[in-house]
């Protein structure tokens, strides 16, 4: 079976293609012949991850593929079955267990490249969004880098489910175009226009109820002045840097903001199983009637793996580069 | 009616007693006769505070007396009946008036002077621990400043209603004493020990599901260190200060800490209603059978209002300082 991995860690190229033994599952798992997968960020950092030691691990966390063989007590995993769903060991290789409970049946309507764009990043908006977010119908919501993979899946779900006054922002037209049509209803170009100030300008000077943080520090101020009284601000990523020079407790107080910090990788199999499986009640329709939609920026072969990572460093992608292999 | 207001924003001298007119209850409101009220810190910046404009207000968030006329569609507060509670419009006087909401009826065991010593302390304690820090049943908890009125009703509600395991600080050993006979299981001079160190050793390093931080900025690294994975960590003091010089975003998200900042007394009504009848349900019981009790450190009369605001200054109180009316 190929699979990618590392020679050591560092850059796109110490990625190789390699022969591996084929996964076995054990009880609880499904074995599943992979046709898709996503590339995500963190796969990135495992890759330069000076810290990690051989023998380097199968890369990726999230597959679409066809059921093999089913050692789970779920009756709807028969072999020949459609899914989706995240990976503890490894998804950039030609086979991979999978635990039960993170199979999503795909709707026919889906590819297996769309079916493979949902897992991460449509789990991560939800878990962001509502367990987290605590979004209520009409609430207001920032969404920063909102042409992000995990941005487009949470404008989605804060229009299609919330009806929410949506916030997003980058600085290239093309991005803030797309954020429009998926229903974003002020697309902000942070290169023209000072994010704080057209927020409270369109919120009645109260702020918005959500802000989803990707960015970190060097938004922490225009976050802060964002903030609606009792606002949900969830931390989940660091792009622009993670120190914050002038951080005041009575700010947080006076606003009674609940500041939330979160990551989706290293939670427990329960936790992922639970939150799948509501998504998968609560969200999964609206893919079936194509309200939501997969956002897939570019299709690559699998032999031409390193150029997926390539192209998520530049950051140019708008949606999920996603990874096909062909039979 | 006598009443206690400033002649100017100020230090203890500015206290002044003067004539006022009997408050008038309108509608949804209660009158009451006020017969001892509690001492909160609050007052002390109302006092300080130089952006206060004449006319100064009375006072005061809180008062335990006797109905004399309920303009509210509550059957149970009849006149005569004993209650105590918050106010909105001052409670350093003779005759208060409260919203109905706010009313808790006292058990007959309780005196006014403990019942004066129960709402502002209690529900925002009951406030931080299970609304916001959503402790469960044999959790564990940091309480910093654990013999302060909030820390002594937040130790006796976490070790009645929740079996936690609790850690509390101070640095007096009569402070620490009290602390551990009202529940504390792991009281912590902070002037001897380590406490960061203390609870990590105690907790199997995993550290605590929930911090009431009084303190802030100075104790901020320390905090962060005592908490747990996924732990809730309540901003409701700055006693340490508020400006925190190393704050990393990757800390809270790593963690996955929930920092939530709070104040009761700017919240609506209708919270602080909500807040009343489900610690009246759920608390007030334990007070019927002594299991918790209200802490008083010192009972001051009316006439001697300074000496009490004096004395809270001086931070030596375990538990609150009460103002009792005299016939």
New interface residues.
């Given amino acids: 079976m190929k699979a990618w991995s590392i020679t050591e860690p560092g850059g796109v190229e110490k990625l190789i293609q390699e022969e591996r033994p084929t996964p076995l599952p054990t009880n609880g798992e499904v074995l599943i012949k992979v046709k898709a997968f996503g590339i995500n960020r963190t796969e990135i950092l495992t890759r330069e991850n000076k810290q990690l030691e051989a023998p380097y691990p199968v890369l990726g966390i999230e597959v679409a593929g066809e059921i093999i063989e089913n050692r789970s007590n779920r009756t709807d995993l028969e072999p020949g079955t459609r899914v989706a769903g995240l990976v503890i060991q490894g998804s950039y290789q030609e086979y991979a267990v999978m635990p039960a409970e993170f199979a999503m049946i795909l709707p026919e309507n889906l590819t297996y490249e769309e079916g493979a764009a949902i897992p991460e990043v449509f789990l991560t908006a939800y878990q962001t969004i509502y367990w987290l977010g605590d979004l209520k119908k009409d609430e207001s919501i920032l969404i920063h880098a909102g042409a992000s993979g995990v941005g487009t899946a949470a404008i989605q779900m804060a229009k299609q489910l919330s009806d929410a006054k949506i916030f997003s922002t980058s600085s290239r037209k093309e991005k803030l175009d797309k954020m429009k049509e998926l229903g974003t209803d002020f697309p902000i170009n942070y290169k023209e226009e000072d994010i704080a100030k057209r927020v409270l300008e369109e919120t009645n000077d109260e702020g918005v109820d959500v802000i989803l943080d990707f960015i970190?520090?060097s938004y922490y101020d225009l976050n802060l002045k964002s903030a609606k009284i009792d606002s949900r601000w969830i931390?989940?990523g660091?792009l622009g840097g993670?120190?914050?020079e002038?951080?005041?407790?009575?700010?947080?107080?006076?606003?009674?903001?609940?500041?939330?910090?979160?990551?989706l990788t290293p939670r427990s199999n329960a936790y992922k199983g639970e939150l799948t499986k509501e998504f998968v009640k609560n969200v999964m329709p609206y893919f079936a009637t194509g309200e939501i939609q997969a956002i897939i920026h570019e299709v690559v072969d699998f032999s031409e793996l390193p150029k997926a990572h390539q192209m998520m460093e530049n950051n140019v992608n708008i949606g999920k580069i996603i990874v096909k292999i062909s039979e």
Avoid: C, P, W, Y
């Fill in positions: 970190g520090a931390l989940i660091t993670s120190e914050v002038q951080f005041n407790i009575l700010d947080i107080m006076q606003k009674r903001i609940h500041l939330k910090g979160t990551l």
